[in-house]
């Protein structure tokens, strides 16, 4: 099972990486993380916002291929619990949502976010969308795409890395 130093261990070494935007993995994370406990997301949406894109890091690590998300709600999946996890499962499909019921969103994303929502599907249509609106947790992740797409200022202030050390092993399942 993943523990709280991995995932930390995780952030340590490839966090510097970019992937597809103009600020690297970890300052994306604290980014979307601040603007989740400034925008009243709760502890377990903050860790959500701080852990949504573990997928990429694990891709560089090179121990994972697939959709980031789900790569990323596979290492975490035991050791926190569905309040954690099941946005970072559900932040692609967000983007994938708010593109189709918000006309002017897709012109906010950024070019990266654009790039990929073309790999993923693009907006979604029809029967999509109802079933979006029928998973448990489609809310949270919302919150969490719209903190997610705010993230990705270059040099933008943000608590660091092990301000959030507390906060993950509280929520971890195994309290390691």
Known sequence: ??????????????????YDEEVGQLDHALQTAALAASGGGGGPLVAAALLHDAGHLLALRGGSAGPHERTAHAFLAGLFPASVTT????????????????????????????????????????????????????????????????????????????????????LACSGS
Request: aromatic share 8%; net charge negative.
């Open 87 to 170: 946005p970072i499962a559900l932040h692609v499909a967000a983007k994938r949502y708010l593109c189709a019921v918000e006309p002017d969103y897709h012109a906010g994303l950024s070019a990266g976010s654009q790039r990929s929502l073309r790999r993923q599907g693009g907006p979604m249509a029809g029967g999509e969308l109802a079933a979006f609106l029928a998973t448990p947790g489609w809310a949270g992740a919302v919150a969490l795409r719209r903190w997610d797409d705010a993230g990705k200022v270059d040099g933008a202030a943000a608590p660091g890395l092990a301000s959030y050390e507390p906060l993950l092993r509280s």
């Open 1 to 18: 099972m993943t523990t709280v130093d991995e995932v930390l261990d995780l952030y340590e070494r490839w966090g510097a990486e970019q």
